[in-house]
């Protein structure tokens, strides 16, 4: 076996699509879904094979469509041993924080789907009572665009980094006026955006609401007093037992996703010299390459990949 250190990533919402578990229906793994079902009261099975790709958008339903896939393949490349050498840390992007919490086994299955329920929920009736949307900022530095965010709220507009993706990939959130206004100055900067279709304006201010309660949901969740290093979106911190899970994941909501500093944990103090990215599609391992080229990166997105 390769005894490289693997750290395992866990893709967020945005990779759903209509069909998603059809890779997965016939693997000893697929009884999972069952137990999700239980435990949300959503027919899993149905949503990942029979839901179209305009109802996958509902932040709720996506979230768990998006998350049940993660652990799906997690317990599958784990039955196969397909992890390619010892796990060292996990780390989820948004959502996938709670895969990544229960492949280090900081969380059960049931607990975190019980918790990605509340939060999908929360984040969509955040989103009705408050519209905001989301948009791509792509070739401008970090701090160039965070200057552009801040000047136009200023004038009025809300408007905030939400994700900080990759290097020239800076994700906005905010009213649909702020985003417009971004997209409008976005070549003074020297960059261009690409809108997300998205049900809010997530990882912003304006998901305050949801961030109660999820808290509350999370403070009565209990998590194991030691487990594997996850590294948290809120800050890019590496956090075994003991850490404050309910604080350090109600701030994800409404601060932005430290994805590029939390790759750079991974790669360097947590030593890991290989990625494997378990869940519907590629988009972690893309932006991986971009962050860490010198980093073997491998997407395990289907039962063949896990061969």
Same mark, same amino acid.
């Not at 317990?75 to 229960?102: F, N």
């Not at 702020?178 to 997300?196: H, N, Q, V, Y």
């Given at each position: 076996?390769?005894?490289?250190?693997?750290?395992?990533?866990?893709?967020?919402?945005?990779?759903?699509? &209509? $069909?998603?578990?059809?890779?997965?229906? #016939?693997?000893?793994?697929?009884?999972?879904?069952?137990?999700?079902?239980?435990?949300?009261?959503?027919?899993?099975?149905?949503?990942?094979?029979?839901?179209? #790709?305009?109802?996958?958008?509902?932040?709720?339903?996506?979230?768990?469509?998006?998350?049940?896939?993660?652990?799906?393949?997690?317990?599958?490349?784990?039955?196969?041993?397909?992890?390619?050498?010892?796990?060292?840390?996990?780390?989820?992007?948004?959502?996938?924080? *709670?895969?990544?919490?229960?492949?280090?086994?900081?969380?059960?299955?049931?607990?975190?789907?019980?918790?990605?329920?509340?939060?999908?929920?929360?984040?969509?009736?955040?989103?009705?009572?408050?519209? $905001?949307?989301?948009?791509?900022?792509?070739?401008?530095?970090?701090? &160039?665009?965070?200057?552009?965010?801040?000047?136009?709220?200023?004038?009025?507009?809300?408007?905030?980094?939400?994700?900080?993706?990759?290097?020239?990939?800076?994700?906005?959130?905010?009213?649909?006026? $702020? =985003?417009?206004? =971004?997209?409008?100055?976005?070549?003074? =900067?020297?960059?261009?955006?690409?809108?997300?279709?998205?049900?809010?304006?997530?990882?912003?201010? *304006?998901?305050?609401?949801?961030?109660?309660?999820?808290?509350?949901?999370?403070?009565?969740?209990?998590?194991?007093?030691?487990?594997?290093?996850?590294?948290?979106?809120? #800050?890019?911190?590496? *956090?075994?037992?003991?850490?404050?899970?309910?604080?350090?994941?109600?701030?994800?909501?409404?601060?932005?996703?430290?994805?590029?500093?939390?790759?750079?944990?991974?790669?360097?103090?947590?030593?890991?010299?290989?990625?494997?990215?378990?869940?519907?599609?590629?988009?972690?391992?893309?932006? =991986?390459?971009?962050?860490?080229?010198?980093?073997?990166?491998?997407?395990?997105?289907?039962?063949?990949?896990?061969?």
């Amino acid at each position: 076996m390769d005894q490289r250190q693997t750290g395992l990533v866990f893709p967020g919402q945005g990779t759903q699509r &209509e $069909g998603m578990g059809e890779p997965w229906r #016939d693997t000893p793994s697929w009884k999972i879904t069952e137990e999700i079902s239980d435990v949300t009261g959503e027919d899993l099975p149905r949503l990942l094979l029979h839901t179209s #790709d305009a109802r996958l958008r509902r932040t709720d339903l996506a979230q768990l469509a998006v998350f049940t896939v993660a652990v799906v393949a997690h317990a599958e490349a784990v039955r196969r041993d397909a992890l390619g050498g010892p796990v060292a840390a996990c780390a989820g992007h948004s959502l996938g924080e *709670y895969a990544a919490l229960t492949a280090a086994g900081a969380l059960t299955v049931g607990a975190a789907a019980a918790l990605v329920a509340v939060r999908g929920r929360a984040m969509r009736h955040a989103a009705e009572e408050r519209p $905001g949307t989301m948009g791509v900022l792509v070739a401008a530095p970090l701090d &160039e665009v965070a200057a552009l965010a801040s000047r136009v709220r200023a004038e009025g507009p809300d408007v905030w980094v939400a994700n900080v993706n990759a290097p020239g990939q800076t994700v906005v959130s905010g009213s649909a006026e $702020g =985003i417009d206004r =971004i997209e409008a100055e976005a070549p003074s =900067i020297g960059a261009k955006m690409i809108r997300l279709t998205v049900g809010g304006a997530f990882h912003s201010p *304006y998901m305050a609401a949801a961030a109660d309660s999820l808290r509350t949901a999370l403070e009565h969740t209990p998590f194991a007093p030691a487990h594997l290093p996850v590294v948290a979106n809120a #800050d890019a911190e590496a *956090y075994g037992g003991g850490a404050d899970w309910p604080g350090l994941a109600t701030r994800q909501l409404t601060s932005p996703v430290l994805w590029e500093p939390s790759v750079r944990t991974l790669v360097g103090p947590l030593g890991c010299r290989r990625l494997v990215e378990l869940g519907p599609g590629r988009t972690l391992a893309g932006l =991986i390459r971009r962050i860490a080229p010198g980093t073997e990166v491998v997407s395990l997105d289907s039962p063949a990949a896990a061969a």
